[in-house]
């Protein structure tokens, strides 16, 4: 995996994730009927594939990764229900400064000044891209947001720590326990209609997709990297909701994207080179 095709795929990934806002508000079930549904229908999908090739093997690392991949899924999905959107997903993009200490700490990378820079410049741009709506919502879905970035700096090191060999399997096995643990929820939440339904397949399709595409570019990134470039996400979020709900983004919120659009491209360009 060289490093070009690693960020383009990472970037489509990006896309794909930013529907997941609007899917998750599309669905009329409680959070974690949803994470559960929704990673019953990625780990159903991604079975025969992870058979055919072979490689289903639960180490320490895609353990690890599974575990917080299971932590971000519901945390992600419930503070999307209880708070904001826009404030669960500014808290998920914190993740770069979590993997900055992590990355130094465990794998032994160099922070560079770049580093250093553009991790200010996605902090700042996402304070002024949310400012237009990132307040409000449940207290306890904001406290439960705050994780949403810890456990995404998460997935990220452990996926770096399996370059070497198969990280599809953190997502494969975290969609499994996922699944697991809200099976009652599901169970308790009945039938669904066909709207929840069509949805909740869409949210598990572009969940197993995405994440195995993700896994599999992370092998041509640095840890900072792979949590930096999907800054896409966010930035395309408020889109999708002016298409589909007619929300209109502010200029404090178009002024931010075009700051971390700026960051992000700045720090793959240096890293190509």
């Known amino acids: 995996m060289n490093h070009k095709k690693a960020v383009i795929l990472t970037c489509i990934v990006a896309l794909m994730w930013s529907l997941a ?26 079975l025969p594939w992870i058979i055919k090739r072979g490689t289903l093997k639960l180490d320490r690392y895609a353990f690890g990764g599974a575990v917080c991949y299971l932590i971000f899924n519901y945390c992600f999905t419930a503070s999307t229900k209880l708070t904001t959107s826009a404030f669960a997903i500014m808290m998920q993009y914190t993740a770069p400064i ?88 599901l169970i308790q939440s009945g039938v669904p209609g066909i709207s929840d339904s069509a949805f909740l397949i869409l949210a598990g399709l572009l969940s197993a997709v995405s994440y195995t595409i993700y896994a599999s570019a992370s092998k041509g990134l640095s840890a900072l990297e ?48």
């Open 98 to 185: 979590y993997v900055a200490v992590f990355s130094r700490i465990f794998l032994k990378e160099t922070i560079t000044k770049t580093d250093m820079v553009c991790m200010a410049s996605v902090f700042g741009g996402m304070l002024l891209f949310f400012s237009d709506g990132a307040g409000g919502g449940n207290l306890f879905g904001n406290a439960v947001a705050v994780m949403n970035g810890i456990s995404f700096a998460g997935i990220s090191m452990f996926l770096q720590m399996q370059k070497e060999g198969n990280p599809e399997n953190s997502f494969f096995f975290g969609n499994v326990f996922a699944a697991a643990l809200g099976f009652p929820f």
């Open 21 to 46: 806002g609007l899917n998750i508000k599309m669905i009329s079930l409680t959070p974690y009927a949803i994470s559960c549904g929704r990673s019953l229908i990625a780990a159903l999908i991604l």
């Open 226 to 273: 792979s949590v930096l470039i999907p800054v896409i996400d966010p930035v395309m979020n408020p889109v999708w909701v002016f298409l589909f709900l007619g929300e209109r983004p502010g200029w404090m919120s178009i002024i931010g994207a075009v700051v971390i659009l700026t960051a992000v491209s700045i720090k793959v360009l240096k890293s190509h080179r």
